[in-house]
C-alpha cells in the first residue's frame, strides 16, 4: 500500500485491532534486534545473515510505528503530512506522542527510507550504531499510543 493511500480511508476512530496487531510485530522485531546486538559488533560486521535479519526486523519495526501513526492521523482526522517524515511530529503536535518521544524518534522514515530504497548502499556497521543506540524503547511509543485504545 502506497503512502498516498493511506490517507483514502475516511475512518472516523482508532481501531484498536489495528494497532494492536502493529505493536506486536514492533515489539517482535525490536526483540529480535535486541538478540541480534547480543552477538556484538565484531560477528555483527562480519556476519550477512545478521546483516540481513538486522535490516529486514528494524525494516518492520519502523514499518509498524509509521502504520500505526498513519492509522490514528488518519482516524483522527489530523492533517494530512506530506510523507512518512511528518508522521511522527504530527503525532506529536496532536498531543498523541510526547517531546521526548518524538524527538527520539526524530529520523525513524529516513531510516525506514534508506532500508526499502537505498539498501545497496548500507554501512552495516552504521546500522549497528542505529540498532545499538537509536531504536526507542517500543513501550514508550506503546504506552503513549496505547492512551488512544483506553478511551
Keep these: 500500500m502506497r503512502y498516498s493511500q493511506i490517507f483514502e480511508k475516511d475512518a472516523s476512530l ?26 556484538g559488533r565484531e560477528a555483527f560486521v ?30 483522527e482526522g489530523l492533517e494530512r503530512p506530506s510523507g512518512y517524515e511528518g508522521v511522527v511530529p504530527e503525532l506529536g ?18 531510516m525506514r527510507n534508506i532500508l526499502v530504497h537505498d539498501y545497496v548502499r548500507l554501512d552495516y556497521e552504521r546500522l549497528l550504531d542505529t540498532v545499538s543506540e537509536g531504536i526507542p524503547d517500543p513501550e514508550s511509543f506503546a504506552k503513549e499510543i496505547g492512551a488512544l485504545l483506553d478511551d
Design 14 to 39: 482508532v481501531d484498536a485491532e489495528i494497532v494492536v496487531a502493529r505493536l506486536a510485530v514492533l515489539r517482535s522485531n525490536l526483540r529480535r534486534l535486541q538478540e541480534i546486538i547480543g552477538h
Design 46 to 75: 562480519l556476519n550477512e545473515d545478521l546483516h540481513l535479519k538486522a535490516e529486514r526486523c528494524l525494516q518492520l519495526a519502523l514499518q509498524a510505528m509509521l502504520d500505526i501513526g498513519t492509522h490514528v492521523i488518519a482516524s
Design 93 to 110: 503536535k496532536a498531543g498523541y506522542l510526547s517531546g521526548q518521544l518524538v524527538e527520539r524518534l526524530q529520523g525513524a522514515a529516513g
